[in-house]
């Protein structure tokens, strides 16, 4: 069964949300199976939206991470369009003032420390303060719904890429996330289960640097690496799927091999960025390879990864601040300090994180 998205399903049934002036908090993957743009589609479909509100990275897409567009007016449907990137917390109450009822249509990727989520928590706040409905459009976690991986995050360590206890791999769809950290009602998908893998339809890159689902497969782990002084491939065509420093030898990938990590395979290479770390430089590392797509383990492979450059380079390899809000607290950064296993950090995460009655989908683990 083909899964129909809650925006295909409103697009449909415009009788699904109140009536009222709509804004809508969207950006370029917000799209019908068609890959029309969902506001096109519900204007199309005689629902009053009045302006757009877009995430990092811009309503097309265009801009970089840690950067969003310029305001304006939408040339596809001739509404403005306003930033919320810039206007975290209350900045973003006078921004909703103009709208009765506000909608999220945004493709998220499963992790903690990608921003839309959190784009998605702040409005969501926003119009519980200003007392407005807030609906989520929902749409597929492209790593499904049953394996859960990684730390929550813990008090003190909130910021944009993560403002509220969820796992590294939360498990959960945005509708399903909406309703565990505040007052939203759900429009929800048809054809999707727990068990689903991918979107269930043509693969939108969701940022500049997440270009396939196999980037989103490898993310929740290899993200981590933003926190090192190694690459993490941006700049370069396999972002987070090739990681590398100047100082990573032959040594690494035999001893990553020696690990054996399941569902996963390492590649020696040479790549050079365009931009970021080591940009213009000709870098040497690994490619990240998944062969077993269930049995990989993105958060545990990170990790032992880490280890093993800690190990093998321990006068070269190092951490970043920004380490510390990409984990969720600092017992990463206090283990390697100590020269403990960080693996020794995962817990044995599952769903039951979640609260049940968030839950909005059936099936299991295949």
Same mark, same amino acid.
């Given at each position: 069964?083909?899964?129909?998205?809650? =925006?295909?399903?409103?697009?449909?049934?415009?009788?699904?949300?109140?009536?009222?002036?709509?804004?809508? #908090?969207?950006?370029?993957?917000?799209?019908?199976?068609?890959?029309? /743009?969902?506001?096109?589609?519900?204007?199309?479909?005689?629902?009053?939206?009045?302006?757009?509100?877009?995430?990092?990275?811009?309503?097309?897409?265009?801009?970089?991470?840690?950067?969003?567009?310029?305001?304006?007016?939408?040339?596809?449907?001739?509404? @403005?369009?306003?930033?919320?990137?810039?206007?975290?917390?209350?900045?973003?109450?006078?921004?909703?003032?103009?709208?009765?009822?506000?909608?999220?249509? #945004?493709?998220?990727?499963?992790?903690?420390?990608?921003?839309?989520?959190?784009?998605?928590?702040?409005?969501?706040? =926003?119009?519980?303060?200003?007392?407005?409905?807030?609906?989520?459009?929902?749409?597929?976690?492209?790593?499904?719904?049953?394996?859960?991986?990684?730390? =929550?995050?813990?008090?003190?360590?909130?910021?944009?890429?993560?403002?509220? &206890? #969820?796992?590294?791999?939360?498990?959960?769809?945005?509708?399903?996330?909406?309703?565990?950290?505040?007052?939203?009602?759900?429009?929800?998908?048809?054809?999707?289960? *727990?068990?689903?893998?991918?979107?269930?339809?043509? $693969?939108? @890159? /969701?940022? @500049?640097?997440? /270009?396939?689902?196999?980037?989103? !497969?490898?993310?929740?782990?290899?993200? !981590?690496?933003?926190?090192?002084?190694?690459?993490?491939?941006?700049?370069?065509?396999?972002?987070?799927?090739? #990681?590398?420093?100047?100082?990573?030898?032959?040594?690494?990938? &035999?001893? !990553?091999?020696?690990?054996?990590?399941?569902?996963?395979?390492?590649?020696?290479?040479?790549?050079?960025?365009?931009?970021?770390?080591?940009?213009?430089?000709?870098?040497?590392?690994?490619?990240?390879?998944?062969?077993?797509?269930?049995?990989?383990?993105?958060?545990?492979?990170?990790?032992?990864?880490? *280890?093993?450059?800690?190990?093998?380079?321990?006068?070269?390899?190092?951490?970043? &601040?920004?380490?510390?809000?990409? $984990?969720?607290?600092?017992?990463?950064?206090?283990?390697?300090?100590?020269?403990?296993?960080?693996?020794?950090?995962? @817990?044995?995460?599952?769903?039951?994180?979640?609260? &049940?009655?968030?839950?909005?989908?059936?099936?299991?683990?295949?």
């Amino acid at each position: 069964m083909a899964v129909r998205t809650g =925006a295909e399903r409103l697009a449909g049934e415009p009788g699904l949300v109140d009536d009222g002036r709509l804004g809508l #908090i969207t950006n370029f993957t917000g799209v019908l199976p068609d890959l029309r /743009p969902t506001s096109v589609a519900l204007l199309e479909a005689g629902l009053p939206l009045t302006a757009l509100f877009g995430p990092e990275h811009g309503l097309r897409g265009t801009a970089q991470a840690g950067e969003s567009e310029a305001e304006g007016v939408d040339p596809d449907t001739g509404l @403005p369009v306003f930033d919320t990137y810039l206007r975290h917390g209350r900045g973003l109450d006078d921004l909703f003032s103009g709208v009765d009822v506000l909608l999220f249509d #945004i493709q998220d990727i499963g992790t903690r420390f990608y921003t839309y989520v959190w784009t998605m928590y702040d409005c969501l706040k =926003a119009a519980e303060r200003l007392g407005k409905p807030f609906v989520v459009l929902d749409r597929p976690n492209p790593l499904g719904g049953v394996q859960v991986e990684g730390p =929550a995050l813990q008090p003190g360590f909130e910021s944009f890429v993560g403002r509220a &206890p #969820i796992p590294l791999r939360h498990g959960l769809t945005v509708g399903e996330l909406a309703r565990q950290l505040g007052e939203a009602t759900v429009i929800t998908m048809d054809g999707w289960t *727990r068990d689903s893998w991918g979107t269930g339809m043509t $693969w939108v @890159p /969701p940022s @500049p640097n997440m /270009p396939t689902l196999d980037t989103a !497969l490898v993310y929740p782990g290899t993200g !981590l690496f933003e926190g090192t002084n190694l690459s993490e491939g941006r700049g370069t065509t396999r972002p987070f799927e090739t #990681i590398g420093a100047p100082f990573v030898d032959a040594r690494f990938v &035999p001893a !990553l091999r020696e690990c054996e990590l399941p569902g996963v395979v390492f590649r020696r290479t040479w790549f050079e960025p365009v931009f970021s770390k080591y940009a213009g430089q000709a870098v040497p590392g690994v490619q990240v390879h998944v062969v077993d797509r269930a049995a990989y383990q993105p958060v545990r492979t990170a990790l032992v990864m880490l *280890r093993v450059l800690n190990e093998l380079y321990p006068s070269d390899f190092g951490l970043l &601040p920004s380490l510390d809000k990409l $984990w969720g607290s600092d017992s990463l950064r206090k283990a390697f300090e100590a020269g403990e296993d960080p693996v020794a950090l995962l @817990p044995s995460t599952t769903l039951d994180w979640a609260r &049940p009655d968030a839950l909005l989908y059936e099936g299991t683990a295949k």
